[in-house]
């Protein structure tokens, strides 16, 4: 079974430029997490969707980051305007089972360079 | 070696040796604690997971010690291995999000 798969692996951009990053869940999990480590500190939560309903968005740092998850598969994080402190990793995870956040699967990360 | 949380992120330590990675948390009323182990390039992966209602629990040589009166937490690798190297996150949960401690980076002596 395929893992959490995230793309690209690596982006560089200049500040105001944008940027898009995919996700896409093991296969069958309605919950989708994005998450993000920012200058080498903790990861940290942005939102949690379950299919395509945002669950909660109370980690999305300001309206520059938008989370889609149209069909309840995939999901997309755009960045737009991008800004140096947006700069760092950017997590996927998945679980299958509502309320049992321990489950999560995570990809192996988009690395996010604004220069 | 032992690390003390968020102030010491990195312990390096000598193969064959057991390590002790120590986290503070600051949620009490979270009812799951999760160790996550991240190599380069990686993402998390899950390791070993406990209970509120736990103090201790056991893996394939891996142990989680929980310290509620404290808030601490604790992962205690036996015999490390070079395999072991590297950033070990504890997360707390009690809903649907984690939050992570900052990592703590683990360095394996051969």
């Keep these: ?115 | 070696g032992e690390s003390v949380g968020l102030h010491l992120p990195t312990l390096s330590v000598q193969e064959g040796d057991n390590s002790i990675i120590n986290c503070a948390y600051s949620n009490s009323a979270s009812d799951y604690f999760i160790w996550y182990k991240q190599e380069s390039g990686k993402g998390p992966q899950f390791i070993i997971d406990i209970r509120s209602n736990m103090d201790k629990r056991q893996g394939q040589r891996v142990t989680v010690l929980l310290n509620k009166t404290v808030k601490h937490l604790s992962l205690q690798i036996a015999a490390t291995q070079p395999g072991d190297s590297a950033v070990y996150f504890c997360a707390e949960t009690s809903g649907s999000r984690l939050t992570f401690g900052e990592g703590t980076q683990l360095t394996v002596n051969p």
């Design chain 1, 1 to 115: 079974e395929a893992g959490v798969t995230q793309f690209p692996s690596h982006s560089v951009i200049e500040k105001g430029q944008t940027v898009t990053l995919r996700c896409d869940p093991i296969s069958g999990h309605d919950n989708l997490y994005w998450y993000r480590r920012v200058m080498g500190k903790e990861i940290k939560f942005l939102l949690h969707f379950v299919k395509e309903s945002k669950q909660d968005e109370s980690g999305m740092p300001n309206n520059r980051f938008l989370a889609e998850r149209t069909g309840g598969t995939y999901s997309t994080l755009k960045v737009q305007p991008a800004e140096l402190e947006d700069s760092g990793v950017y997590f996927c995870a998945s679980s299958q089972r509502q309320g049992v956040s321990y489950e999560q699967y995570f990809g192996p990360g988009t690395r996010l360079t604004v220069t």
